[in-house]
């Protein structure tokens, strides 16, 4: 792996991969991030990410969800993210139904960990019922990138104790 993508991928894997997030915005873009990663390298999301944050109002659940049709337009025709029509609705729909839970939960954080404990079998049950566009893979990269599933980090890592500290769900007994 070359230097620039050694070191783009380094800093998220440092820095993000595996640590609990307690903000519903950026689980929300975390969420948009691994839909739009299905059939495409990591790295080419990870390159898009400031774009994708841009594009979807700074992962603004309230705003994404309020998205009309001149929005979805907009997305189809920005080079610097995803242009996929099926991801885009799938964007601002989750952002709709992240809504409707922050109302009965309090927060999209909150209907997660009401949720846990659960195999990642179920959780992809639970998605796939709940979402739009989330298979296994996706289901199964979100949760563990947010702390909820392990597996981001082999206990041999240098940063799996980092994570530890940080609490992520699935480490709580």
């Known amino acids: 792996m070359e230097e620039p993508r050694r070191s783009l991928h380094k800093h998220y894997h440092d820095n993000y991969y595996g640590f609990p997030i307690h903000d519903d915005d950026e689980l929300f873009g975390r969420l948009i991030m691994e839909i739009n990663q299905a059939g495409l390298s990591w ?18 659940i309230k705003k994404v969800a309020a998205y009309k049709e001149a929005d979805r337009e907009r997305l189809m025709h920005d080079a ?38 659960k195999t ?17 893979e996706i ?5 563990m990138s ?3 599933l392990p597996g981001a980090h082999a206990p041999g890592c240098p940063v799996y104790n980092i994570v530890l500290k940080k609490k992520p769900l699935w480490a709580k007994k």
């Open 120 to 136: 990642k079998e179920e959780w992809v049950k639970l998605f796939k019922k709940t979402f739009k566009f989330t298979g296994g």
């Open 146 to 148: 947010a702390g909820y």
């Open 80 to 117: 610097g993210i995803i242009r996929n029509k099926l991801k885009i609705n799938a964007a601002i729909e989750n952002a709709k139904t992240i809504v409707t839970l922050q109302k009965e939960f309090g927060s999209f954080e909150n209907w997660l960990q009401q949720n846990h404990p």
């Open 139 to 143: 289901v199964n990269e979100f949760l």
């Open 43 to 60: 790295e080419t999301i990870l390159k898009k990410e400031a774009s994708f944050r841009k594009a979807y109002s700074n992962f603004s």
